[in-house]
């Protein structure tokens, strides 16, 4: 499936309401200073309405298509290989990339490699068991790619996230009238299985192994002590 999906589902009535509670999500979730390093990873065209550029001038958008907020800084890229320096990058934003990333786990390990440790990743995917998402293209005669679309579950996605040492923060379901943010992971419940989309929010923890080296065993002194203690003993029974 296409990029072009995305952008023909936020023009319909349920599309649009879907963009306007992402963009308050994504507006919540960006935490970082306006100093940091920001990436978002896949243009959007509407990204002024959860980022004021006047205030993030280090927030750069990268699309293999140059797309993205014409007052963004914009280099044109491949996810899946990252001319970006490793450990450099504060925050990475996936706004509905992965479903169309045939590379998508070379882009998931280039992610890593480019956040620094404490770095945060904010997730964007839609939800695979939404009946909407599936027949959007009904109309427009385009069903085949709907249905074979790459549509990532929420659990394959905390498994992935876990996997590379992230602690997952929020996560956030996305109605067809309204969103809910809950702390940590997915709670099961009947509304999140009918969303259009689902949001994730991590950290990437970096532990430091401590080596553990061999103990030698010494004789305390109290032993030492016991046997000259011993030794004082029969040298008095001999003199005696």
């Known amino acids: 499936m296409k990029r072009q999906f995305l952008f023909a589902l936020y023009q319909t009535p349920?599309?649009?309401l879907l963009q306007?509670?992402?963009a308050n999500y994504l507006k919540r979730s960006i935490t970082v200073s306006c100093?940091?390093?920001q990436l978002q990873i896949g243009g959007l065209g509407w990204e002024s309405e959860f980022v004021d550029f006047s205030l993030y001038r280090n927030y750069l958008i990268l699309d293999g298509k140059a797309m993205g907020d014409a007052s963004a800084l914009k280099v044109t890229?491949?996810?899946f290989n990252l001319p970006i320096q490793t450990?450099?990058?504060d925050l990475v934003i996936l706004p509905h990339i992965l479903e169309f990333d045939a590379r998508r786990f070379q882009t998931l390990r280039e992610i890593n490699r480019v956040l620094k440790p404490g770095g945060?990743?904010?997730m964007l995917n839609f939800n695979p068991f939404s009946l909407s998402v599936r027949f959007q293209f009904l109309w427009d005669r385009k069903l085949a790619d709907s249905w074979r679309?790459?549509?990532i579950t929420k659990a394959r996605v905390l498994d992935w996230l876990k996997l590379m040492n992230f602690e997952v923060l929020t996560t956030a379901e996305f109605g067809l009238d309204s969103y809910t943010i809950a702390h940590g992971k997915f709670e099961l419940c009947f509304g999140s299985l009918f969303g259009m989309a689902y949001g994730v929010k991590a950290v990437k923890r970096q532990y430091t192994l401590i080596p553990l080296a061999a103990v030698q065993r010494r004789k305390t002194k109290l032993a030492a002590a016991g046997l000259s203690f011993e030794a004082r003993l029969h040298k008095t029974d001999d003199h005696g």
């Open 14 to 16: 349920r599309g649009k």
């Open 149 to 151: 679309a790459h549509f």
């Open 87 to 89: 450990e450099s990058v």
């Open 35 to 37: 100093k940091q390093q």
């Open 77 to 79: 890229a491949k996810a």
């Open 20 to 22: 306007t509670m992402e």
């Open 120 to 122: 945060e990743l904010i």
